[in-house]
T-cell receptor
């Protein structure tokens, strides 16, 4: 069964600190892995997309890593800001990368406090 | 460029009523889809379309109908609303296997 597990479920950090969110998946065949940011009451917004051959991808203060051998990904947020408070969702695409073969994680709820 | 537009934002229905959630995109994307998001669960695919005139079922299609008469529009119909359909609904669009763009969501409560 295709699954995406994210940890921790929730995280509270102080503004300016760094943090790392984890994503483990058991999806086959793997095509790509995506990270989304979802602000409260809004739709998810894409942060990164990584294919099998990509180990790292950055988007500003967000850096995603992928280890396809261990089927793990992480999202590192540097110098956190209050606006980083959101749910971060890991999504794995399988079966040729088509956008209807996706497995979504439940998300990590990040709270950045001043 | 409006992206993906969903209406209404909020809706309260009585059990047994019908309604349509509207979704439109202005990016000429071939692929459109509907998801529902429930507390403690990841987004789940309801229906999707890979082009005008083509639709297919996702993971949780029961109780919902869709149609795709144009590239831009992909409405989701609830024929006879049930309390189990209380959820947040997201429409999404994309081109190929690229970035998926989500709408802002529609909050539906069935009483």
């Amino acid at each position: 069964k295709n699954q995406v597990e994210q940890s921790p479920q929730s995280l509270i950090i102080l503004e300016g600190k760094n943090c790392t969110l984890q994503c483990n998946y058991t999806v086959s065949p793997f095509s790509n892995l995506r990270w989304y940011k979802q602000d409260t009451g809004r739709g998810p917004v894409s942060l990164t997309i990584m294919t099998f051959s990509e180990n790292t991808k950055s988007n500003g203060r967000y850096t995603a890593t992928l280890d396809a051998d261990t089927k793990q990904s992480s999202l590192h947020i540097t110098a956190s800001q209050l606006s980083d408070s959101a749910s971060y969702i890991c999504v794995v695409s399988h079966s040729g990368g088509s956008n209807y073969k996706l497995t979504f994680g439940k998300g990590t709820l990040l709270t950045v406090n001043p | 460029n409006a992206g993906v537009t969903q209406t209404p934002k909020f809706q309260v229905l009585k059990t047994g009523q019908s309604m349509t959630l509207q979704c439109a995109q202005d990016m000429n994307h071939e692929y459109m889809s509907w998801y529902r998001q429930d507390p403690g669960m990841g987004l789940r695919l309801i229906h999707y379309s890979v082009g005008a005139g083509i639709t297919d079922q996702g993971e949780v299609p029961n109780g919902y109908n869709v149609s795709r008469s144009t590239t831009e529009d992909f409405p989701l119909r609830l024929l006879s609303a049930a309390p189990s359909q209380t959820s947040v609904y997201f429409c999404a669009s994309s081109f190929g296997g690229n970035t998926i763009y989500f709408g802002e969501g529609s909050w539906l409560t069935v009483v």
